[in-house]
């Protein structure tokens, strides 16, 4: 079938199998390997992409259905004007280790910022909650978005 | 200690938080793992695994398959058979061979133009399995007439480090044992004395990267990108099953996307090796979560120990038995059972102990290292035990400690490292961080725990440092970055010795072509031992710059002149290497090259009415010698705290009958952010008692082991105290009912 969409802010067109997944559309189709695959079931959070500004699960999400629809991966938020900001709070507050969830782990925090969803500390770890980390213990990335989201941690 | 006694013309690059030198790149995603790695001509592999725990293979067809378009070969034990491998026992084969002895075990493998067809022709592949009684459990393995997992003699593998190995005595693998004074005297005049039996469930490490390898085999040349800890030992491991020069084989390894010991040693680079040589193109296997959780995992452990102590509060003696589930292959299950016995008797002046730990094959997924493998084993049954003696004998926990823990200077096994950091002082500061004195509610308790893990493994490292024309350093060591700052950690020790500052410094992924050799990844070794290592690579370096300086002070921006001026031209390096190796013979009795410390403390809430157990405070100690870089410590001790709190609350894999019945994330828990405990304190000590630059000494997996033991021990506070883990709300609500009964609930 053919997928017209939008990537990153420009204008994609492929032929792909109808049942090809949003992640394997832009990790072997579009070579945006920022996007990483672990659980396949939805729990884990590190295959997470935006579709018009909407956290989804990549692994989970057929690439048709994002069909006229407006993706970001990671490779488009390194370009946006916010991720200064994000990328720094990460530094500071070390909130990265091995850096494989790390990708879907900013994709959540800025769709989740621009939500202004992130209102308190028990709102970033509640809404944090699909996107784990087996290395930082959490901590770091918790203070990390506080401090994005103006709140105390 | 060392420290520099030059004028310094930098800031100091040792003991600040730098930030992380591979965090830019990590998070804008163009770090690159395993995974994302496409060579050109790249094929597909997918393995045909077990779906029965033990069975004869009758036959196996793969002739469909072959013929499938897009199918380019199938990989059989027809190809495999009599290369073994294994780097503590050599008992497995690439791809099963006669026998299949877990469920998940490789039976054959298929490479093809794409991942889509790979996994068609694994359809197409016909076995007829004939069942074998499956040996489940330990309890199973050691029962008289059991079935034997293996029934050949064992053959060391190269990097056992253990001795010579005993004989395999039934399905018994490996055994160690050790003990002093006379135990049986001290257990009959001792005032108290408590024991019982214990269970700790297997556990995956889920690094959330799975296990990716993407091989290359032409000719004797062998090339492959691992994900893995050990690259230098996957190197000689496949030198030696393909009969080739360690020379011809080449180990590149990208980021890794965790590890926490499930990317020790050799996994999957053996049966990718052997399928890309058939296919006589370069393939790709990466696993999924399923696979990768029957590809390693943390040993389920059973345990029986008794403790003795004085009606005064004085340790007396201890005698344990334990047996580790290392299913149905070693893996690095003695090494575990060796660590594991070393940890069982915990830090404490001793008049006799003894233990016995055996490593038993079943018809489950090999077990191999997990992070604080042993301590996590052990700890928490051991601090149980000193807990209800000190509840006996009415003292307070902290002062039983303070009776009869080991102080520095004192040996703590016969001719081994005597013990070198202060646990009275370390578990006072956790305990005060939990608040041990204020007042408690009903349904809370607070716990502590103390606790040595072995570390450092094998103590050899080495290191090039390049100075380049530019003032850059390059650095060349063969520590795997698995996420713990590594390359950061040890960018600052190159740059404190050079006199740079640290983004002036890169360290290098390993490619064993130009790598110089590294033991390993793990056992919180690289800062101590890769960084020694790259600490006197860069002093050479440095002395070569005062030499060319002649006395003069060297401004960082005037070292590109400098070497200039050395090589007449803008061009040449200086070049700088550094050694560590064993000062004795590096046996494992002669170890370990530091004890890692594993103090913690929590307080936690137990409802009653759900068997919840909610974790409210934790405290750890990162006794680290002296911190290179103290957040990136800190944050270490959090990500291990976080793992000890899954280990003890709800992590378990699920085993019935040889079948692993919790294969995803859906049903195989791991923390959350949900989880975070209200606080959650780290404190990191410097008494500059480590062997590593600067007295530095390794951390990040004491915490996991603390952490799992301290929240037991609150548990027992607050009045349940528990036998088995993990702590799931069902086995606490159990508990909570018989103690009921018992008349002790509430206490």
């Known amino acids: 079938m053919r997928l017209a969409l939008t990537v990153n802010g420009r204008p994609v067109e492929r032929e792909i199998a109808p049942q090809t997944l949003l992640l394997d559309f832009v990790r072997d189709d579009l070579g945006l390997t920022g996007a990483k695959r672990s659980c396949e079931v939805q729990v884990c959070g590190t295959c997470t992409l935006l579709v018009d500004g909407r956290p989804v699960s990549s692994c989970c999400y057929l690439a048709a259905d994002a069909s006229g629809h407006d993706v970001l991966t990671i490779e488009g938020l390194r370009e946006r004007p916010e991720f200064e900001r994000l990328e720094?709070?990460?530094?500071?507050?070390?909130?990265?280790?091995?850096?494989?969830?790390t990708p879907g782990m900013l994709l959540t925090v800025s769709a989740l910022l621009a939500d202004e969803a992130l209102t308190s500390e028990g709102a970033i770890k509640h809404n944090l909650a699909g996107n784990l980390c087996r290395c930082t213990g959490y901590r770091g990335i918790v203070e990390a978005v506080a401090d994005l989201a103006g709140v105390g941690a | 200690m060392t420290t520099l006694e030059r004028p310094r013309t930098v800031a100091p690059q040792v003991g600040r938080s730098a930030p992380r030198r591979d965090g830019a790149e990590k998070l804008r995603g163009q770090a690159e793992f395993a995974g994302d790695i496409v060579v050109p001509h790249m094929l597909h592999g997918k393995v045909l695994r077990s779906p029965v725990p033990h069975a004869r293979i009758v036959s196996l067809d793969a002739r469909a398959a072959e013929a499938m378009p897009g199918v380019v070969c199938v990989l059989t034990s027809n190809d495999v058979s009599g290369a073994f491998w294994g780097h503590a026992i050599k008992d497995r084969p690439i791809v099963a061979v006669g026998k299949v002895r877990f469920a998940g075990e490789p039976v054959a493998a298929v490479a093809a133009e794409d991942e889509a067809t790979a996994l068609a022709a694994l359809d197409a592949i016909e076995v007829e399995y004939e069942d074998l009684p499956v040996v489940g459990t330990v309890e199973d393995a050691l029962a008289p007439a059991a079935a034997l997992v293996h029934d050949g003699d064992?053959?060391?593998g190269l990097f056992h480090g253990l001795g010579e190995l005993p004989p395999r005595d039934g399905n018994v693998c490996y055994r160690f044992r050790m003990d002093r004074?006379?135990?049986e005297a001290v257990f009959a005049h001792a005032d108290l004395v408590v024991e019982g039996e214990y269970s700790f469930p297997a556990v995956y490490q889920y690094a959330m990267e799975t296990h990716a390898v993407v091989a290359h085999a032409l000719g004797d040349q062998i090339t492959v990108w691992a994900s893995c800890q050990h690259p230098f030992l996957v190197r000689a491991e496949l030198a030696a099953l393909f009969d080739v020069p360690l020379a011809n084989v080449r180990v590149v390894v990208p980021y890794l996307g965790g590890g926490f010991g499930s990317k020790s040693y050799?996994?999957?680079?053996?049966?990718?090796?052997?399928?890309?040589?058939?296919a006589g193109k370069p393939v790709r296997i990466q696993n999924r979560v399923a696979e990768s959780m029957v590809t390693t995992r943390r040993h389920g452990m059973r345990c029986r120990m008794r403790t003795a102590m004085t009606r005064e509060g004085k340790l007396l003696g201890r005698d344990v038995e334990c047996w580790f589930d290392t299913g149905a292959y070693a893996d690095n299950g003695p090494r575990v059972t060796a660590t594991g016995a070393d940890a069982a008797p915990g830090p404490y002046r001793w008049e006799a102990y003894r233990v016995d730990a055996a490593c038993v094959y079943t018809n489950t997924a090999p077990s191999g290292s997990y992070r604080a493998f042993g301590a996590t084993h052990l700890q928490w049954i051991g601090e149980s035990q000193v807990d209800e003696l000190a509840r006996q004998a009415g003292l307070d926990p902290l002062d039983a400690r303070r009776a009869s823990l080991c102080v520095p200077g004192e040996e703590l096994r016969a001719g081994g490292k005597p013990l070198d950091a202060d646990l009275i002082g370390d578990v006072e500061r956790a305990a005060a961080a939990v608040g041990w004195d204020e007042p408690k509610s009903a349904n809370v308790g607070r716990g502590v725990s103390v606790g040595l893990l072995a570390a450092g493994a094998h103590p050899v490292s080495t290191a090039v440092v390049r100075l380049e024309a530019d003032g850059r350093v390059v650095v060349l060591v063969g520590t795997t970055e698995v996420g713990q700052g590594a390359r950061t950690a040890l960018a600052q020790i190159a740059a404190e010795e050079i006199g740079v500052e640290v983004e002036q410094v890169t360290v290098r992924g390993t490619d064993t072509r130009y790598t110089p050799y590294d033991r390993s990844t793990g056992a919180s070794r690289s800062t101590t031992l890769a960084g020694l290592a790259v600490q006197r690579a860069a002093a050479e370096v440095r002395s070569q710059l005062e030499e060319i300086a002649g006395g003069d002070e060297i401004e960082p921006g005037a070292i590109p002149g400098l070497i200039a001026g050395r090589f007449g031209l803008h061009g040449g390096e200086l070049i700088g290497h550094g050694e560590v190796a064993p000062t004795g013979t590096g046996s494992y009795a002669e170890g370990p090259v530091f004890w890692e410390v594993c103090v913690g403390a929590a307080e936690v809430e137990v409802d009653p009415d759900t068997g919840t157990v909610?974790?409210?405070?934790?405290?750890t100690i990162a006794d680290v010698g002296k911190a290179i870089n103290p957040l990136l410590v800190e944050r270490q001790d959090e990500g291990g705290t976080m793992q000890g709190l899954g280990n003890a609350l709800f992590e378990e894999m699920v085993y019935e009958d040889g079948l692993l019945l919790n294969?995803?994330?859906?049903?195989y828990r791991v923390p959350s952010f949900e989880d975070l405990p209200d606080e959650m304190t780290c404190i990191v000590v410097e008494n500059g008692d480590g062997p590593g630059p600067y007295g530095a000494k390794g951390c990040g997996e004491g915490s996991l082991a603390a952490t799992t033991a301290a929240i037991v021990t609150a548990l027992a506070d607050a009045g349940v105290p528990m036998t088995e883990l993990p702590l799931t709300p069902e086995r606490v609500w159990r508990r909570i009912r018989q103690l009921t009964e018992e008349g002790v609930w509430p206490r």
């Open chain 2, 614 to 619: 909610r974790v409210r405070k934790t405290a």
């Open chain 2, 154 to 156: 064992l053959r060391p």
């Open chain 2, 663 to 667: 294969e995803t994330l859906l049903d």
């Open chain 2, 181 to 183: 004074g006379e135990i």
């Open chain 1, 88 to 101: 720094r709070a990460f530094l500071e507050h070390a909130a990265l280790q091995c850096g494989f969830c």
């Open chain 2, 266 to 278: 050799t996994k999957m680079e053996p049966v990718t090796v052997a399928l890309a040589r058939k």
